[in-house]
């Protein structure tokens, strides 16, 4: 291994470290400010899920040790200039969630007799849109544009995918036990959102590693499941896991494990 693959690979560790660290103060608050603010968010969403801005505080701290202001200046550019080329990969960043939602909605259908209906409302999605995008791009700033590239300097697209998405779901550990799930429901969840991490680094790489198609695909995620019946349920968490990690192979199987871009029935000039 190279002394800059080190470099890089020793600088994404320190990321989700210092990712970690400034979760704590979010993860203390949730826990002390629960009995005051639960009644007052409408989704079962913790206090602590705020802790969304940690990844890019990580990055922009990480970013001006290392290139000062000019650092932070690119790393921002970079994440709100970049342009998607290849238009036609709008339609998975926005329908592709959706689409899977509703193989994991027909899942529960074959597996349990009593499903709830699908219920929503354009104000809602457009409301929860906004909301999630907001954080979306705040972690992805972190998680893609941060500390992605340095861990595939080492490792192949999909070793780096689920490394990252090991480490994101374990940061997400403490806000579901908040959030008073079970812990069959945090195990599906969290190995859904592995594979989901290897759909979202997909994205990112074929559209010339736009953060933003990252976190809009990261956005439609969160919206879809908030918006899908009996979300709390861990037989529905198994279900979106079943459906996303299936999504995963095949993207994996066509794309390349190694890059995550080369298709493989792409004809040659």
């Given at each position: 291994?190279?002394i ?7 600088s994404?560790?320190?990321?989700f ?17 629960e009995?005051?603010?639960?009644k ?5 969403l ?10 890019m ?8 040790r290392?290139?000062?202001a ?6 921002l ?14 339609v998975?960043i ?5 689409s899977i939602m ?17 219920q ?21 700033i ?5 500390a ?12 780096a995918s ?12 403490i ?8 812990p ?25 590693k ?20 009996n979300?709390?349920s ?21 794309w ?14």
């Open positions: 291994m190279s800059g693959n080190k470099s890089s690979n020793r994404s560790w320190i990321f470290l210092l990712v970690f660290i400034l979760a704590i103060p979010f993860w203390l608050f949730g826990m002390a400010a009995q005051f603010f639960r007052e968010i409408p989704i079962n913790p206090i602590s899920a705020l802790m969304f801005v940690c990844p505080i990580a990055a922009l701290i990480l970013v001006y290392n290139n000062g000019d650092g932070i200046k690119h790393l550019k970079e994440s709100f200039n970049k342009r998607i080329d290849r238009k036609i990969w709008y998975p926005f329908l592709l969630m959706p509703i193989l994991a909605y027909g899942l529960m259908n074959l597996m349990c007799s009593a499903v709830p209906n699908l929503f409302s354009i104000s809602n999605i457009l409301t929860f849109f906004f909301v999630f995008l907001i954080a979306g791009i705040c972690e992805e972190g998680w893609q544009g941060f992605y590239d340095r861990l595939e300097n080492r490792w192949s697209a999909i070793r689920i490394i990252l998405g090991v480490v994101w779901q374990i940061w997400h550990v806000p579901h036990i908040q959030a008073h799930h079970n069959e429901w945090i195990i599906w969840q969290c190995t859904g959102s592995v594979s989901l991490r290897i759909l979202i680094v997909w994205l990112y790489k074929n559209t010339g736009s953060i933003l198609a990252a976190a809009v695909f990261h956005a439609m995620n969160n919206v879809c499941s908030f918006l899908f019946p979300y709390d861990s037989f529905t968490t198994f279900s979106i896991f079943i459906a996303t990690t299936l999504v995963a192979i095949i993207v994996t199987f066509l390349g494990s190694k890059t995550l871009t080369r298709y493989r029935f792409r004809h040659s000039n």
